[in-house]
């Protein structure tokens, strides 16, 4: 049997360290914790940031890297930096590559992207390799090269100015969760 200890839903939220020590008592075989949810709606995915805060993030990580160090298993991350984008990957990685350094840990690190090139679809589409649902829109290729956003332009983890941002946080004591504003109509 394998044993994979999850010791919160998505990393962000905050997790119980002395339940945390308990699963590492049971000697699990892996680590793995989501790093992401549909519930932040599409603002993050869209933008390519975490909704949680680059503090917040690293505080839990860096726990959970301690953590699969006593217990020598590998530790796995979802859906990283909330939106599993590109960008986000590469923003969670540089956290992993600085915790590690500050630890004195060396790594093997699986990267696995899944952004996709807003030409690379339109082209596909155009090639009529895209196939459509039973009752699809009408959804020329130029929709798509307006509305796929280009990656590397993105600047990991930039938050709208703290005006158009809210604030909130759990009953538990949990991290800030950040979140942008709706765009205006």
Known sequence: MVK???PSGALGLNYDKAALAR????????IAIDGGSTDSGPAYLGQGVSKYARSSIKIEWKGLMVARQ??????????????????AVNWLLDITKEIAAELGQTLQIAVLRSSQDAE?????????????SPRPPKLPAK????????????VPN????RSKRARTSSSRGAPRILRPSPPSR
């Open 23 to 30: 699963g590492l008592a049971q000697n699990p075989d892996i």
């Open 143 to 154: 929709v798509l090269r307006n509305v796929a956003i280009s990656w590397p332009s993105l």
């Open 4 to 6: 994979v200890l999850i």
């Open 70 to 87: 006593e217990a020598n298993v590998p530790l796995v991350i979802g859906t990283a930096g909330t939106c599993g984008t590109d960008s």
């Open 120 to 132: 690379i679809l339109a082209t596909a589409f155009d090639s009529g390799r895209v196939t459509p």
């Open 158 to 161: 930039k938050l709208p100015p």
